[in-house]
Nanobody
């Protein structure tokens, strides 16, 4: 199982970004997928999750602004980030549990700056 995130960058407050997590080794419609984020000196923080039935849940800090989704033909998991705040600056990671193992990507940096 391999996860490769992309789509990060520098964005102004109020702007939008779409993060992608390209998946190989397992179909994205099967397990639960999640996005986490981490800032220097802090623990990794839960952002969003989508299960095999397509039911999503979000942290309170991003609810109503971020949307997690899956694309089966592309075997990719997305995080659409809208109305981005400065405190959304972090490295974002996608993750899943498969074959009794937790998998993480390498992360993609999102920097919110005017």
């Amino acid at each position: 199982v391999r996860l490769v995130e992309s789509g990060g960058g520098v964005v102004q407050p109020g702007g939008s970004l779409r993060l992608s997590c390209a998946v190989s080794g397992i179909p994205v419609r099967v397990p639960t997928w999640a996005w986490y984020r981490q800032t220097p000196g802090n623990e990794r923080e839960f952002v969003a999750r989508i299960n095999g039935d397509g039911i999503a849940d979000y942290s309170e800090s991003v609810k109503g602004r971020f949307t997690i989704s899956r694309d089966w033909p592309r075997n990719t998991v997305y995080l659409q980030m809208n109305i981005i705040h400065p405190e959304d600056t972090a490295v974002y990671y996608c993750s899943t549990v498969a074959y009794s193992t937790t998998y993480w990507g390498q992360g993609t940096q999102v920097t919110v700056s005017s």
